[in-house]
């Protein structure tokens, strides 16, 4: 099935989704409509209707408009928001825009993903989304342990949240956990939100659900990470819930006869 009549059947068909008009924009027009209204619709849902009006050879320019921002447009500017949160809004667009091309996009993500984050992290969602899933899994497995640690940290932080409620990218996270270095810098990640991020109360949760999968040694840095930020009331309430896990209770007592020898 080609690309325009895959997104035809796939996901312009549902009139329960606010409909964005791409019809007789130019290119940086509908990039924009795209961003602005990225608050209000599905962007994902919104950035494949893109490719209806440009083909392939436009991922080219979609790349370099990440360094070239657009104007805001005219609903956002309503709104009075900051150019931060344009710039912000412009980059979400792009990303949903590559990812809607599909395999189309793979060649320009392989070239760039020794160097660049964005396109290690889109890699990760179409493989979520089935696109030559094996294929993008063995290779950033390949990969991913030569690679510095802040990015590994840069899929988990930008990937975890959204993995709650998506099974696919959660199972595409689960692989890549696999990689040691993978699993450490997921472990860094979130016990490091518990402490800044106490308004998140799914922390606890999820990491309840994912200590009984974690190594030996990642467990123990869970234990070590959350102790040594035990002076926040936040850390503490987690680690209370965290102690019903059989496990994180057991890194915890090793930990403990590391730091307090005379518990």
């Known amino acids: 099935?080609?690309?325009?009549?895959?997104?035809s059947k796939k996901f312009l068909t549902d009139a329960n989704q606010p409909?964005?008009?791409l019809t007789g924009l130019g290119f940086d027009e509908a990039i924009a409509l795209i961003a602005a209204e990225s608050w209000r619709v599905d962007v994902t849902r919104a950035a494949r209707q893109f490719p209806l009006q440009f083909g392939p050879e436009v991922i080219p320019e979609l790349w370099r408009r990440y360094e070239s921002i657009g104007e805001p447009h005219?609903?956002?500017?309503?709104?009075?928001?900051?150019?931060?949160?344009?710039?912000?809004?412009?980059?979400r667009a792009l990303d949903a825009i590559l990812c809607?091309?599909?395999?189309h996009v793979l060649p320009s993500l392989w070239e760039r993903v020794d160097a660049n984050d964005r396109a290690l992290l889109l890699l990760c969602?179409?493989?979520?989304?089935?696109?030559?899933?094996?294929?993008?899994?063995?290779?950033?497995?390949?990969?991913?342990?030569?690679?510095a640690?802040?990015?590994?940290?840069?899929?988990v932080e930008n990937s975890e949240y959204s993995a709650r409620r998506d099974p696919d990218l959660a199972a595409v996270l689960?692989?890549?956990?696999?990689?040691?270095?993978?699993e450490h810098a997921t472990v860094e990640v979130l016990c490091r939100c518990v402490s800044e991020e106490p308004d998140d109360t799914e922390l606890a949760a999820v990491l309840k659900k994912l200590i009984p999968t974690l190594s030996r040694s990642a467990r123990y840095l869970v234990a070590e990470r959350l102790h040594s930020r035990a002076k926040y009331d936040?850390?503490?309430?987690?680690?209370?819930?965290?102690?019903?896990?059989?496990?994180?209770?057991?890194?915890?007592?090793?930990?403990?006869s590391f730091t307090d020898p005379t518990k």
């Not at 993008?136 to 690679?147: C, K």
């Not at 689960?174 to 993978?182: D, N």
């Open 1 to 7: 099935m080609g690309l325009v009549s895959w997104l």
């Open 19 to 21: 409909q964005l008009v």
């Open 74 to 91: 005219p609903s956002f500017e309503a709104r009075k928001r900051s150019m931060t949160e344009w710039i912000e809004c412009w980059w």
């Open 100 to 103: 809607s091309y599909r395999e």
């Open 125 to 147: 969602r179409l493989a979520a989304e089935g696109v030559e899933r094996e294929l993008i899994l063995a290779g950033l497995r390949d990969r991913l342990p030569g690679m």
């Open 149 to 155: 640690p802040e990015r590994h940290e840069f899929i």
């Open 174 to 182: 689960a692989y890549l956990r696999q990689v040691p270095e993978f």
């Open 234 to 256: 936040a850390v503490r309430a987690v680690m209370e819930e965290l102690r019903q896990v059989p496990e994180f209770e057991q890194a915890l007592d090793e930990v403990r």
